[in-house]
């Protein structure tokens, strides 16, 4: 790794970077012109954001995630490593800070033109193999190399899911000696059995928090994070529904604010507010007749049936918007509440998660089972093609999103469903989704230029006649 | 009327000039480093064969990985659409297209308009592409051209352990080092590689009638061989050398773009 990279903590420069772009349209018109000048760098991820009405909100959450893991030992909190599909809200139930490490590398490629290379090579330095997953390995690295925020406790949900995910966390707990806890994941997801054992795993963990934290749980503290939740998956319904129209009401960056909104602070009322200024945008282009895509005509609508492409400038949006395609949602933009649409639609209850907030025991039943439905962790535990799993999520999101078409995203890297999506793709072809494999690394643009992924992508949707 | 295709593949670059009825000229290159240049080069060859001018080139369409580098190219078109065209020109009863080119391999199903149904192409990795045969080639001390004729001599082909180039390479050099023949090594490459491809032809799911299209096309012990474990017959594009097949279909758009028929 270069010296110069070592000079300041990667989660510092990330938060002031983020930070003082969340404040760049407090100003007038003219200066924030003015301070476009001044930031080439990152004028253009700053000014895709900002298409979005809520992209300030976006930004600001994201710098005050940065700043809650920067100055987390200083206010006297632990942080506790994790991945995007195990959800922090049990974290912020204990008091603590979650270090989401796939949030953490699409905060810095977004940014970054150089991307998150030097992080994630180092962490081939100390020990990882170089097909291992890149998502967490990009601020990993950085971390392994002590250029952040400590860390106190590694807590990963993904043994089972994806192994690759779950090794990357346990080899961190193993190079820096840290306590570490994994809940596992059975290959199935509607079964007493697997209930019971989600339940049981789960209050596992929170015995080892508590421990670890030095702080016993919080009824009132978890019931109110779960009641903040629960209205938060009232907001997301009503944008599943604004998703589901054609044109798109909806920026297309929306699915990403969802995602990463809950990854950061699922339960937290800065979330909430977020989603309410989505909601309301939805509704007001609804009234007008307007889409969101802020160009033509929609042309064509694409549901991504793995995760999107992260790396500098939000490109594929960028992509999206110029090409008129409209964009509903992806397998992380989804949550599975029992009165979700889809749910409610195919009668999949049984496959859902409800919250109550009666008894400690209703509320640890509820937040195992929140978790055990998060996504990747519901869809990809099984066989791609068993009932609730990943063919089904596809087949019945992309219909319900009235997609056109379906995008998978990945390398080998994405092990556990690399391995499936050739079958994956036969399936949903015959199904009548046109289906495109982009191969690409999310996160690292060396393994395939963007210019290249794009060039593939649109030869497929012209081919395809979808443009 | 004259138009003219021109293909920058990340191995040759090619020139065809059309006439609305047939090939004039046409030109096969190594690509340059700068491929502005290597384009030039063809289309001057191309030109200096038809004895035509450049000037009198009504349009010109680019295609291949390097098409937004062509200078003179008033249009680009992707490679698959190119192939699809030129092949579907060729032989109009071919529904599947195995395109071997320098870089990498796809296969392309279209329909009876001539129309692209699906493609699929390799992963992203040398093994089943021309880069494949060169590199192998390159450590048996044959130029890539003779690589054919001596695998046809070969009577028991060696086993490449692995898919990876790179590993596949090691092979050759293990057994060389063995004293096998270098024929049956290169019955074993080409063996490999019709294999490596076999597999994404069977993704695809094979339509009949097929043609191989791409400098490899011009490997006949390959073509044999993916014969064999494909249990069809492969259409050799004779007419043309099927390495031009992409320059060709870009000249046949070239000539529906400038208004001819």
Redesign the interface.
């Given at each position: 790794m270069r010296q110069a990279l070592k000079q300041y903590n990667f989660d510092w420069m990330l938060w002031r970077t983020y930070e003082a772009g969340s404040r760049l349209l407090a100003g007038t018109k003219q200066e924030y012109d003015i301070a476009l000048r001044y930031i080439p760098y990152f004028r253009d991820p700053v000014k895709e954001v900002f298409k979005a009405k809520a992209g300030q909100l976006f930004l600001q959450m994201t710098a005050t995630y940065l700043d809650n893991i920067v100055h987390a030992h200083q206010r006297g909190k632990k942080t506790c490593m994790t991945t995007f599909c195990f959800s922090p809200a049990i974290v912020y139930a204990l008091d603590m800070v979650p270090v989401t490490l796939e949030l953490l590398t699409v905060m810095m490629t977004f940014l970054y033109k150089r991307g998150t290379g030097e992080f994630l090579d180092y962490c081939n330095e100390a020990g990882f193999t170089e097909t291992s997953c890149s998502s967490q390995r990009g601020s990993m690295g950085a971390l392994l190399a002590d250029i952040g925020t400590p860390i106190d406790m590694v807590v990963t949900d993904s043994p089972g899911v994806c192994d690759t995910n779950a090794n990357a966390f346990s080899f961190f707990a193993a190079y820096k000696d840290l306590p570490f806890f994994q809940l596992n994941m059975p290959p199935w997801l509607v079964e007493e059995r697997v209930t019971e054992y989600h339940v049981q795993d789960y209050k596992a963990l929170v015995a080892f928090l508590e421990e670890q934290s030095g702080k016993k749980l919080d009824i009132d503290r978890l019931r109110q994070i779960l009641t903040e939740l629960q209205k938060q998956d009232e907001l997301i319904n009503e944008l599943e529904q604004f998703l589901c129209y054609r044109p798109l009401p909806l920026p297309v960056t929306t699915c990403l604010f969802i995602y990463a909104g809950r990854f950061m602070f699922a339960g937290m009322p800065i979330y909430t507010r977020l989603l309410e200024l989505l909601v309301n945008e939805g509704r007001e282009n609804v009234r007008l007749h307007q889409q969101g895509i802020y160009t033509s005509h929609e042309k064509s609508r694409g549901f991504f049936c793995y995760i999107d492409h992260y790396t500098h400038s939000l490109r594929l949006w960028q992509m999206l918007q110029e090409l008129n395609i409209g964009y509903s949602g992806n397998i992380l933009s989804h949550f599975w509440a029992d009165s979700n649409p889809p749910v409610i639609q195919n009668n999949w209850e049984e496959a859902a998660y409800s919250i109550k907030t009666g008894t400690l025991e209703d509320m640890l039943t509820s937040i195992a089972q929140i978790n055990s439905r998060m996504p990747m962790i519901k869809s990809i535990r099984g066989p791609y093609d068993s009932p609730y799993m990943w063919l089904q999520d596809t087949l019945a999101l992309a219909s319900m999103y009235r997609a056109d078409f379906i995008v998978y995203n990945g390398t080998?890297g994405c092990r556990n469903t690399w391995g499936m999506v050739?079958l994956l793709a036969q399936d949903t072809?015959k199904a009548g989704f046109?289906t495109h494999i982009m191969?690409a690394d999310a996160f690292d643009d060396r393994?395939?230029s963007w210019d290249a992924t794009r060039?593939?992508f649109e030869?497929?949707l012209?081919?395809?006649r979808l443009i | 009327m004259i138009v003219a295709g021109c293909d920058i593949g990340s191995l040759t670059t090619k020139v065809v000039l059309f006439d609305g009825k047939k090939i004039l000229a046409s030109s096969i290159i190594k690509s340059k480093p700068k491929p502005e240049d290597g384009a030039y080069e063809a289309l001057q060859q191309a030109c200096a064969i038809a004895t035509v001018n450049q000037d009198t080139i009504t349009y010109c369409v680019g295609t291949g990985y390097g098409r937004k580098r062509v200078p003179f190219a008033n249009d680009t078109i992707s490679e698959i659409s190119c192939h699809t065209k030129g092949a579907f020109y060729l032989y109009p009863n071919v529904r599947t297209i195995i395109d071997i080119g320098g870089q990498d391999c796809k296969v392309i199903s279209l329909n009876t308009q001539g129309e692209v149904d699906r493609f699929v192409t390799n992963d992203k990795c040398a093994a089943g592409t021309g880069r494949f045969l060169e590199v192998m080639a390159k450590v048996l001390k044959v130029e890539l051209q003779e690589l054919s004729n001596m695998a046809k001599k070969g009577n028991e082909a060696i086993t490449l352990a692995s898919a990876c180039t790179v590993w596949a390479q090691a092979d050759v050099i293990k057994y060389l080092n063995e004293g096998i023949s270098k024929e049956n090594i290169a019955l074993g490459v080409c063996k490999s590689m019709a294999k490596r491809v076999g597999v994404l032809v069977n993704q695809a799911s094979i339509k009949k009638d097929v043609c191989i299209t791409g400098g490899v096309a011009k490997n006949t012990a390959v073509v044999k061989e993916l014969e064999n474990l494909l249990g069809v017959t492969i259409i050799k594009i004779t007419n043309v050398d099927p390495q031009l097949t992409g320059a060709l279909g870009a000249a046949l758009f070239a000539y529906q773009k400038a208004g001819g028929k």
């Open positions: 080998p050739k072809e046109p191969y393994v395939q060039d593939r030869e497929f012209r081919v395809r | -």
